[in-house]
């Protein structure tokens, strides 16, 4: 039988709120559901419950939800982040995962898409929806692919993502399934998810300074660089 968990949402629109909240608490694998609309509600309830998931909007009418990610990421070591939202520019993306969300999903995304995300994700997996994939590997295309003699020049290169996971990306990408993924690039469909977790756990910033400036240009790869390298 498999353990439940306790599952925060914050979003500050009520009827999306509802919506998430009762498909939540229609779920077996669900425990309890705390609602919050703003980050010190959130706070007052990690304090005072144990949080397993959080669901997170990002942009609310008293702040970012982003902070409430990092706030839980640092406070709750075994504790999973998802972002839920509408916004999806890819200064928000990589910030959201820097400062540690395992996952990034689409408010149009099914409620069966919802559930199945947090199953992969406390599965050991990073749940995705496609349009976001397909952001950040437009962002990933925009960078200039250097040599292995190039980039070990590099002093302290931020992320290098290797060609197996840059090929999962892409097929992703462009809507597929996990199923189909695996199927495309002929790898066992359990072997997926990890790639898409290496993906984002090289996307998380080892130095949380660094993604500050994300949300501050116009381009946010002026500040946050990733750099490939291509296996054998």
């Not at 304090?47 to 406070?75: M, P, Q, T, V």
Request: hydrophobic fraction near 40%.
């Amino acid at each position: 039988m498999l353990e439940k968990v306790n599952i925060a949402i914050l979003e500050d629109n009520i009827i999306f709120l509802q919506r998430i909240s009762k498909i939540l608490r229609d779920w077996e694998r669900v425990e309890c559901v705390f609602e919050c609309s703003t980050n010190y509600e959130f706070e007052c309830i990690m304090k005072s419950e144990k949080i397993d998931i959080l669901l997170a909007d990002i942009n609310l009418s008293e702040g970012n939800g982003i902070d409430s990610i990092d706030l839980f990421s640092k406070s709750c070591v075994d504790g999973i982040s998802i972002v839920i939202s509408s916004q999806a520019d890819s200064a928000t993306i990589l910030r959201a995962i820097s400062m540690g969300a395992v996952g990034y999903l689409h408010k149009e995304d099914s409620s069966l898409a919802i559930t199945g995300a947090i199953d992969q994700a406390l599965a050991g997996g990073s749940p995705i929806s496609p349009n976001i994939a397909n952001r950040i590997f437009t962002i990933i295309q925009k960078v200039p692919l250097l040599r292995a003699t190039e980039a070990s020049r590099e002093p302290k290169p931020h992320v290098l993502l290797t060609k197996r996971e840059t090929e999962v990306l892409s097929v992703l990408a462009k809507g597929l399934s996990y199923g189909e993924t695996a199927e495309v690039l002929k790898m066992s469909k359990t072997t997926v998810p990890v790639h898409v977790r290496r993906i984002y756990k090289k996307l998380q910033s080892n130095n949380r300074t660094e993604a500050v400036p994300l949300c501050q240009g116009s381009c946010p790869l002026l500040y946050f660089s990733l750099f490939f390298r291509w296996a054998g």
